[in-house]
């Protein structure tokens, strides 16, 4: 059973969540502002956030930063009033990985929750599996368990898993180039598009996943399935 915290100060935003939450078989922690979601997060072992942005004493922003800065992945949904694009980027840009408005419908926050819940597995056993091929992250290969396999250097590895952890989602050159680069690199972000081509090369024999470039927003990871 998966641990959800639900920091929101509006209580009936907060009691829905939980009995929603609790029918749809989660196991849910509550909070009414931010230090106390802290004080929750801090004891218990949770799996993932929902947090709204304007609570008292501590915002969702102010305490997902916190928790980012602690060095926890824990995936984050903020559930916001405030919808505007600034917000949005703010939220991004702290670690939030989700980002939702209100008034939301239930059943598509439960969608993003189990989306997100896989995802973080997929991190945590560092393996991927794309029709059959498996991305092994320890060993940086790409196998199929028979006649194909592939190894790649570690950030042609990371670029790829990353890509294909979120095939829904593009990634600009510049988002890519700031997490496997560093803004202390002495490259550029068109380094960015020099790997995506090598990675394309060395992955041309597994047409089951592939990388699209989106044009005039960057890339994504494609599953092409069987």
């Known amino acids: 059973m998966f641990n959800i915290l639900i920091a929101e100060d509006d209580i009936n935003i907060l009691k829905l969540m939980e009995i929603r939450l609790k029918q749809n078989g989660f196991n849910t922690f509550t909070a009414k502002n931010g230090l106390v979601a802290l004080e929750v997060y801090s004891k218990n072992a949770i799996d993932l956030m929902i947090v709204d942005v304007s609570m008292p004493k501590m915002d969702g922003f102010e305490f997902i930063r916190e928790i980012r800065n ?20 703010q939220g991004f840009l702290i670690g939030v990985d989700d980002y939702m408005v209100k008034p939301i419908e239930f059943d598509e926050l439960l969608l993003r929750i189990k989306a997100l819940l896989r995802r973080a597995k997929i991190v945590s056993e560092n393996k991927l599996t794309v029709s059959g091929v498996t991305l092994d992250y320890s060993t940086l290969t790409i196998s199929d368990g028979k006649s194909r396999s592939i190894t790649l250097s570690k950030r042609e590895f990371s670029i790829l898993f990353k890509l294909l952890s979120y095939p829904e989602r593009s990634f600009t050159k510049g988002q890519l180039f700031d997490e496997f680069w560093g803004i202390d690199s002495d490259s550029d972000e068109d380094t960015v598009k020099v790997f995506i081509n090598r990675i394309r090369t060395k992955i041309k024999d597994f047409p089951e996943f592939d990388i699209a470039t989106i044009r005039g927003v960057g890339y994504r990871g494609v599953k092409n399935g069987k």
Request: charged share 15%; hydrophobic share 35%.
């Open 70 to 89: 602690s060095g926890s992945t824990v995936p984050a949904i903020v559930v916001s009033a405030r919808g505007g694009l600034s917000d949005k980027t």
